[in-house]
């Protein structure tokens, strides 16, 4: 999951856009349901969605996401929420 397509395109992943989330609590509730196995965030979810800036900072980030590769432009994380079934 993420703004743009390149990495999923990039890393032969299926692409699912990142919704537009007030907090990073409306993104796990918007992803709950169907949750992609990573998000990437960068400086194009920086641009377009401000409100989950804090997820830049691997550090301060939610229990439910696990930083797999960090650097000050790009964290990518699996995303480690249970599948609906």
Known sequence: MSVRAQIATMSRRRWKSM????????????????????????????????????????????????AVYASPLIVVYRVELERAR
């Open 19 to 66: 919704p537009g989330a007030d907090s990073i609590d409306d993104l796990e509730r918007r992803i709950r349901d169907q949750p992609p196995d990573y998000l990437v965030y960068d400086r194009w979810a920086r641009r377009y969605i401000p409100q989950i800036r804090a997820l830049a900072d691997p550090a301060g980030s939610p229990p439910w996401l696990r």
